[in-house]
């Protein structure tokens, strides 16, 4: 199941991706993501350590 992070979750990410030096017009060097996507979902982390997983996502967006 895939689950969403809170909206906080999301900014406080963004705080971090958005002046990494890893951020190429918004994709992550270091994992290939697309930051914008990668830091909605709940179940994921930074590849460098920058910020982890959310315990609780707030929407599940795929059924068992």
């Known amino acids: 199941m895939v689950k969403l992070a809170a909206k906080e979750t999301v900014q406080d990410r ?6 990494c030096e890893h951020n190429k017009l918004g994709i992550c060097k270091q994992c290939g993501c697309i930051i914008q996507g990668k830091t ?25």
């Not at 963004?14 to 002046?19: G, T």
């Not at 909605?40 to 068992?64: H, Q, Y």
């Open 14 to 19: 963004l705080s971090y991706c958005d002046p």
């Open 40 to 64: 909605r979902l709940a179940d994921t982390s930074c590849p460098i350590g920058l910020w982890g997983k959310e315990e609780f996502g707030i929407k599940s967006l795929v059924e068992d």
